[in-house]
């Protein structure tokens, strides 16, 4: 197989999956106990914390484990809606962001929450002045994804945290994209909160964290034993947490080597599939992910290349979104029409890929395309 959906979920790394080993046979106990076994779990714990911290310049109490970031965003979108919903209960986020962000804002809607979801640019990019004109007295909160999952469009989050921190707004960002593979410095952003998963950065799936700056205030979703500074009560993964912190400690120090590779692989496959007639990428080609490109194949059915590609793996939009029969919410947004986005294939590479994939893929795709569109 050859693998091109990376931002769907990566592989984990052989060192990650050695770091968590002993955690999975015989260093099993409960990251609680207060016996000395207890206690050897819980310092893996704490190094883990550690290194996720570093890599976000962060204080290490200010990481709180969950299973992914869509549990981090239920967690910290809901409770900031309990905690300042007698300030206001308006609430702004994007067009494009994630099923996690869109979903939990309609489900604040029930409760008298009013959303404002702010359009973006034909490249999926924010216009600063568009959240300047949306920021009202009763606004409390404001979501902007960092990095888009479908398109691989970067936002301005320095300029975005810039103009909340100015209103004394909370700003939170869904980093999951963009966590490993870009420099993330909380303070310097001024970010109050932001997510990730582990299994993006080759660490298990069923880890993540929310990172939540000291001081800012939540209640916690559940209860039951106060794990996690009581924001999420239950018994610590530490496999999982374990293999993040290490995944984490890996990505600082290779991320500048995974960048210039990935990337020049990545615009080899994009260069080589511009070629192939009628084709045109969808979102930013200047502000993006390195490793990300989404193109459309007009006259070409996404779900049908996909089949048809068969043992190359890539994706025509979010993993977590699949199994609807609907257009790409994100391709609608930056001014597709539903043919276009039914057109559109994401390519999605990671630092196991080679130049070899990359040729095989290109020669196949070439060729199933023009066959498809001979049968029009």
Known sequence: MIYLDNNATTPIDERVLEAMMPFLTTQFANASSSHKFGQFTNEAVKKAREQIA??????????????GATESINIFLQGVAIKNQDKGKHIITLQTEHKAVLDTCRYLENFGFEVSYLPVDNEGI??????????RKDTILVCAMWGNNEIGT????????NKTAEKNILFFTDATQVYGKINIDVNAHEIDALCFSGHKIYAPKGIGALYLRQGVKIPALTYGGGHEKGMRSGTLNVAGIVGLGKASELAKKEMKENENKIKTLRDTLEKALLQIPDTSINGSIKHRLFNTTNICFKDVDSDALIAALEDIAVSNGSACTAHLIEPSHVLRSIGLDDKQAFESIRFSLGKYNTIEEIETSFSLIQKIVKNFREML
């Not at 310049?57 to 709180?64: G, H, K, L, M, R």
């Not at 924010?126 to 920021?135: C, G, M, S, T």
């Not at 970067?154 to 945290?161: D, M, R, T, V």
């Open 154 to 161: 970067l936002q301005p989050i320095a300029e975005i945290a």
């Open 54 to 67: 570093d890599l976000i310049n962060a204080y290490p109490n200010e990481i709180i484990f969950t299973s």
């Open 126 to 135: 924010l216009d600063i002045k568009v959240l300047e004109n949306a920021i």
